[in-house]
């Protein structure tokens, strides 16, 4: 059974960090590209940050400077460090790990960044 499993949301104030983890299992994680997500309130859901299974990083404009995502393919799991968040970071936020073939959702983890 696959399951993708995020953790470390929570609240911060603006200026705050937090880094999300998306653990993987009955996958070969390390054959998997990993996107993270997030859907705020009354809108689409969007992607902040990619990584292909090589390594290699894409971030959307809204948060380069200052998310950073990573992964550890001996723990199967994978990472988004958030740094100096802002309100609008606010959502709940996705890890998605897919291949050509194959794609899987995590459950979300809510990220809430008010003073």
């Known amino acids: 059974q696959v399951q993708l499993v995020e953790s470390g949301g929570g609240s911060v104030q603006p200026g705050g960090s937090l880094r999300l983890s998306c653990v993987a299992s009955?996958?070969?994680?390390?054959?998997?590209?990993m996107i993270w997500y997030r859907q705020a309130p009354g809108q689409q859901r969007e992607s902040v940050a990619s990584i292909t299974s090589f390594g290699a990083t894409l971030y959307a404009d809204s948060v380069k400077g200052r998310f950073t995502i990573s992964r550890d393919n001996a723990k199967m799991t994978g990472y988004l460090q958030m740094n100096d968040l802002k309100p609008e970071d606010t959502a709940v936020y996705y890890c998605n790990c897919l291949t050509t073939l194959q794609n899987y959702w995590g459950q979300g983890t809510q990220v809430t960044v008010s003073s």
């Open positions: 009955g996958i070969a994680f390390n054959q998997y590209a």
